[in-house]
């Protein structure tokens, strides 16, 4: 499983790309809104920091709106990937898109019909939501796991983005139940790497070089 942050933060964006673990980036118009700066200049930014899969969301609702606005946004940079919502209307615009060649990741999905009904249509990636589904008591690692077993049983190429992502905890279950990507909060990606022996191990280590005679 890759690893994507979910964010429209260019400064949480930098400090994961140092790393290396992030190979692409998610934001949605709640993100993007959070930053409080033009969508074209904050995509932009971002496109300059991470050399991957960038997604950017449409907000018009029919068909055509979609596919007006996809365009447009495509047109920034060539690793501009369209989030399009899981609506009837989606599915024609994620159809449209792909006979394009745009790539497309359907977002706001529930249920695994949603996901195969978004990879027919040609979607580049799927986004079932983790944590929304576990907030109405619903077992989001287990639709991941379902869309998982239905791609992997029909040959489908259409990658699953594990989102939604609130824990530690569900990015390591997403990686089991077969997620391609998991788009992780920059607050996540840190607390997944920590352990208090790494942290307790490395504290010891310190001490103990204090008593290495120095010459
Ligand atoms: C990413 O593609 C989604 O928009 C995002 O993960 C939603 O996360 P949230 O449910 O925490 O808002």
């Known amino acids: 499983m890759k690893f994507f942050i979910d964010t429209a933060n260019v400064d949480e964006i930098r400090e994961a790309a140092a790393t290396g673990i ?6 949605n118009p709640t993100l993007v809104a959070k930053e409080g700066r033009d969508f074209r200049e904050t995509i932009l930014e971002i496109t ?48 449209r898109l792909s006979k394009k060649n745009i790539k497309t990741n359907v977002t706001l999905v529930f249920n695994p ?31 991941v796991a379902n869309i998982s077993e239905i791609f992997t049983m029909y040959d489908i190429p259409t990658q699953i983005i594990a989102a939604s992502i609130r824990t530690p905890m569900d990015v390591f279950e997403a990686a089991r139940a077969g997620a391609d990507i998991a788009t992780v909060p920059f607050k996540v990606l840190q607390q997944m790497i920590k352990h208090p022996l790494t942290d307790t191990g490395i504290e010891k280590f310190l001490d103990d070089w204090k008593k290495v005679p120095k010459k």
């Not at 992030?22 to 934001?27: A, K, Q, R, S, W």
């Not at 978004?118 to 907030?135: E, K, L, Q, W």
Request: one cysteine or more; charged letters at 20%.
């Open 48 to 95: 300059s920091i991470v050399d991957g899969p960038i997604s950017a969301e449409v907000i018009s609702l029919d068909a055509d709106g979609m596919v007006k606005e996809a365009e447009e946004i495509a047109a920034w940079h060539p690793n501009i990937v369209i989030k399009i919502p899981m609506t009837w209307e989606g599915l024609k615009a994620t159809s």
């Open 113 to 143: 019909n949603q996901a195969l009904a978004a990879a027919r249509a040609g979607a580049t990636y799927v986004s079932p939501f983790i944590g929304r589904f576990t907030d109405i008591t619903q077992d989001g690692i287990e639709l």
């Open 22 to 27: 992030i190979c692409g980036v998610t934001t």
